[in-house]
């Protein structure tokens, strides 16, 4: 017996909804394939969800949110310096999307890639989560600046959702091996450059 075969059918629910995402955005995670990967009784959806797919994706989104930042966290924490951190950061990444068979990107990009006009309250929630993504990615880089770790943990950022992008048609962990030793270089000379300027 598998460990998703122990959780309940809200649970379950949740990480179909999160797997469907993570493959195939917002269209790939409808009631009846979170119900079929769940292997939970359609009837307890609306149960456990009463405003449906919305409040399923948002509520799985929230929890999937919660172990990135845990994962972003520890990669950054492992080291001291801001060049081996973020080499760390997008080693642990590029080691991620391999584990996934290259067909798992991120939950959060895959649905902000595939929103309708009238979804702006998933809209706001995405945003914030990167917002929330950003600042932790920040809070383990000190320029001296605020605003220039701010920006950099932005660059990081965007770097890391495009590189899944390329991760998934190449099917290589390359794009974010490439992208950490170069940004890894580009912090490391930031750091030199706060470390020089004038008391």
């Not at 394939?33 to 009784?41: A, D």
Request: net charge negative.
């Amino acid at each position: 017996m598998d460990g998703n075969s122990q959780l309940g059918s809200r649970e379950r629910m949740i990480e179909a909804a999160i797997t469907l995402m993570r493959g195939s955005g917002l269209g790939g995670a409808g009631i009846n394939e979170i119900v079929r990967v769940s292997g939970s009784p359609k009837g307890s959806v609306y149960h456990f969800f009463p405003q449906g797919k919305l409040q399923i994706t948002t509520e799985a989104l929230a929890v999937y949110s919660t172990r990135v930042m845990a994962f972003i966290d520890q990669s950054l924490a492992s080291k001291r310096q801001p060049g081996a951190k973020v080499k760390a950061l997008f080693s642990a990444f590029a080691r991620r999307v391999e584990e996934g068979d290259f067909y798992q990107s991120c939950a959060v990009g895959t649905v902000s890639l595939d929103l309708d006009a009238d979804l702006q309250g998933l809209q706001a929630f995405l945003g914030a989560t990167f917002s929330e993504w950003l600042a932790l990615i920040a809070s383990h880089l000190d320029f001296g600046d605020a605003d220039r770790s701010q920006s950099f943990a932005g660059l990081l950022l965007t770097a890391i959702e495009g590189a899944y992008v390329r991760c998934r048609a190449e099917r290589s962990p390359r794009p974010f091996k490439e992208a950490g030793e170069w940004l890894a270089m580009l912090a490391d000379q930031n750091t030199l450059v706060e470390d020089r300027s004038p008391a």
